[in-house]
Every structure is written in C-alpha cells, then in structure tokens.
C-alpha cells in the first residue's frame, strides 16, 4: 500500500515517462492514459469491482460512523487495489482477463483468508460476521 500511496507503482503512465515508446493507455479499459488515479478510482472497469465492493455496505468506506468496523473497510480497500493491481499485470504479462465479478470472487476469497489468518487479534475477531453479512 505504501508503494501505491506514493504513487509509485509502474503505472504505463510513469513508464511513459522514462520511455516515450510505451503505450500508456489503461490496461483494464484502454479509454484514458494510465496513472495510479485513472486505474484504482477512474476506470470504468475499476469503477465497476469497486460498486460489487461496496453496494452491500452502502457509502462504508466513507463513513465514519458506518456499521462497518473500520478494520474491514481498510481490510476491503487494500484487497480491491491488490486485485486490480494483480488483473492490470495479468493482462500485461499473461494476456489474460477477468471480468469485475470474478475480480469480486477473487477478493472474497482474499478478505477472507486474511481475516481466517488472524481471527485470534483482537481487532479480527468478528469481522468474518460482519463481511459475510455484506458480501
């Protein structure tokens, strides 16, 4: 997370930067140039994982008073950016694609392995309940 915070990750955008030659057109909708903005909060494709995340919940990941445990919002958060980082560099070095479902069906998986991993913290427990009522 630190990485993508920083805006460091090697979006075709940055790469661009360094090669002119690059095609910095987004992988996931091939509409806008792709920078770290355009690909976890802009793009149709991106935009359409993040509405699977969060239609259940309502507006959660905003809301500070939300039913929501804060844990399980930053827990979603982090696995739908790992997700669409990880679809973005399948279809640039495997030429395969998913759709925002099975995007969805992956990070279900993720958020619940990571929380089955530390259901003994203090700060997990719970949070099984509360996702699977959502998801």
């Not at 979006?11 to 140039?33: F, H, K, N």
């Not at 994982?49 to 958060?77: E, I, M, N, Q, Y």
Request: hydrophobic residues 40%.
């Amino acid at each position: 997370m630190w990485v993508t915070h920083q805006d460091r990750l090697p979006t075709r955008a940055r790469l661009a930067t360094w090669d002119p030659g690059i095609d910095a057109s987004c992988l996931l909708c091939d509409e806008c140039v792709e920078t770290r903005d355009h690909l976890f909060l802009r793009c149709s494709f991106s935009e359409q994982v993040w509405h699977l995340v969060t239609k259940p919940f309502g507006d959660w990941l905003s809301s500070s008073d939300s039913t929501c445990p804060t844990t399980l919002r930053r827990l979603a958060a982090h696995a739908t950016i790992y997700q669409l980082w990880a679809e973005r560099n399948n279809r640039l070095h495997n030429a395969t694609s998913a759709t925002p479902q099975r995007i969805f069906k992956n990070l279900d998986r993720l958020i619940r392995n990571s929380i089955l991993a530390r259901k003994e913290r203090r700060k997990f427990r719970g949070l099984m309940q509360a996702w699977l009522k959502h998801a």
